[in-house]
């Protein structure tokens, strides 16, 4: 009963600004293969992610959630099928890679902040760099995005000084300070006390509200059913099941989802 | 219910007291450190008589026997009944310049003084972290120096006109050759090494080979023979005619072998940065050369301060073995000037290694303290 409730008032997320094109892709996927040595660990992925979309990626440990998202941006690298992402395909080509890099940003679950710049330093680096932005600007943009995130107070501190959850704040205004066109979330929280997870969670339903196209690898079923549009489901390199968050969780077909679910429903 | 033992409950806030000071005065800390136990008594007080018995004969020979004038060994020979004879600073003060410059010219001097008093002045605030425009600094330091100082050390004469008289390196000597050996190897082998780290870990296989090839090959001859080959092998493979200064190949040699050393330094460094650090610079679409310039070579070469430092320490001392191939820097000097009968005393030996020691010592402490104070400086907080 009291479940309910909580979810009920969790579901209630602005979902005025969330408008998926019918048109245009952000990311398509079609029948990808990796293999690390002799282990097929992604086999015949297809996946189409249209702009404005919110996705939901789960599956049990190791079945290659964060292969697949790290292919996206080419953090790891597919050896069989075609990866489009804004247009751009994914091959060797050194400047299309950085191209597209430029377009996606990424959080990792162990934040990955340079501890040897500050805050702000962080926030900067890559407009200064990549997006050659004068320095003043960028640290306008940056501290925009700070605010954000609420903690343009830290600006000035060293990563080290800061809790996991304000860390993890701080990559997601990293990334943000490039104005991504997709965002991509690999377990931001798995690495975080249940306190630090909410404050996580609240700059990421902000972003979903904005319209950001966002795929998130997450266990975070709450989070999932207040924003995303579709769930996927994987196991052992596969893509399993996918369906709209509450068919998903209420309703789901195949055996392996239903005892996933089961696992981490009730435990 | 039967748990009331257990149960409790904050009534009050605590009170938010300032931090408790750690030590209270010269007394308690020696309290604390030296006298906390009887053993602990005993250890100091034993440990006091030992660096008395070391200290005192030090003083007494540096400073308290010690001549500080006079024109010649009369000065310092031992004064009948007096015992025994202390340091002859008056044979260091009258060599001093021979210390210094060499058998640089007399006339030309002020050339190398212009040369250490631009070292100093760009060499200072470069060091300085508050100081301002490093960028010029470094560009000052690290190109223009070097171009003045060669011409201003070695002369400079187009045909008849002369700039600058030619002063050949064979008169260089003393701290001058020390500094320029150590000061060019420390230089130029940070860079190179720095080359070699990445070579050596890089994809490309045949970059990879050549840095571990060359870093094995320098590493697994010592120094002595690099020095050795270099000034008498050398010359015989070279074609009829062709000369090539000394200095140079001196110079050539300790940074290659330097460079090597470094070059496993930093790659110590490389190798303790996460995988995470690459991802999240490649992530946001660093360049190759950005994520290697602006992330990870800068916490590779903070984490191998100590190491860096250390090889720069070894480097600096191993320039006394340039003796070997006949020249002369300070300590090889001061050796030379022990054949001088004007001086020839009892303790001008003991002086002469006194005086080296004292001046190496003060270079290498320096470079220690320098890189504490910049470890501090770096460090950045707790890694999560
Ligand atoms: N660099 C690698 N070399 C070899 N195998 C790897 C490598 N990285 C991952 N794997 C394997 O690939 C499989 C998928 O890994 P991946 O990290 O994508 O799983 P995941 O779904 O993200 O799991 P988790 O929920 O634990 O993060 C795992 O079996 C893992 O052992
Ligand atoms: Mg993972």
Known sequence: ?267 | MANADIFQIRTEEAPKLAAPISTSGVIGWMRQNLFSSIGNTVLTVIGILIAYSLIMPFIQFAIIDAVWTGDDRTACLAVEGAGHAGACWAYVIDYLPQFIYGRYPTEEIYRVNIVYALFVLLLVPLLMPSAPYKGINALLFLVVFPIISYFLLTGLEFGDTVVLPIVETARWGGLLVTLVIAVTGIVASLPLGIALALGRRSNMPIIKMVSVIFIEFWRGVPLITVLFMSSVMLPLFLPEGVTFDKLLRVLIGVTLFSAAYMAEVVRGGLQAIPKGQYEGAMALGLRFWQMMGLIILPQALKLVIPGIVNTFIGLFKDTTLVLIVGMFDLLGQIQSSFSDPNWSTPTQGHTGYLFAAIVFFIFCFGMSRYSIFMENKLHTGHKR
């Open chain 1, 1 to 267: 009963m009291s479940e309910n409730a909580v979810n009920a008032e969790e579901l209630a997320a602005d979902r005025s600004r969330m408008q998926i094109s019918d048109t245009e892709v952000a990311v398509e996927i079609k029948s990808m293969n990796k293999w690390y040595g002799d282990f097929h660990v992604l086999r015949d992925i297809n996946l189409k992610v249209m702009k404005g979309e919110r996705i939901v990626v789960c599956g049990p440990s190791g079945s290659g959630k964060s292969t697949m998202i790290r292919c996206i941006n080419r953090l790891e690298e597919h050896q069989d099928g075609q990866i489009i992402v804004d247009g751009n395909e994914l091959t060797n080509d050194l400047k299309k890679i950085d191209e597209i890099r430029r377009e996606v940003g990424m959080c990792f679950q162990h934040f990955n902040l340079f501890p040897h710049l500050t805050i702000l330093e962080n926030c900067t680096l890559a407009p200064i760099w990549v997006r050659k932005m004068p320095k003043k600007e960028a640290e306008e943009i940056a501290m925009h995005y700070l605010e954000r995130v609420k903690i343009p107070e830290q600006a000035g501190k060293y990563p080290g000084q800061l809790s996991g959850g304000q860390q993890q704040r701080v990559a997601i205004a990293r990334s943000l300070c490039m104005s991504p066109k997709i965002m991509l979330f690999d377990e931001p929280t798995s690495a975080l006390d249940p306190e630090m997870i909410k404050e996580v969670l609240d700059v990421m339903v902000g972003l979903a509200e904005e319209g950001m196209t966002m795929v998130c690898v997450t266990h975070e079923m709450g989070f999932a059913r207040k924003v995303a549009n579709r769930v996927i489901f994987m196991d052992a390199g596969q893509i399993v099941e996918q369906n709209e968050p509450e068919a998903f969780f209420t309703n789901p077909q195949h055996e392996r989802t239903k005892l996933f679910l089961s696992q981490i429903l009730h435990h």
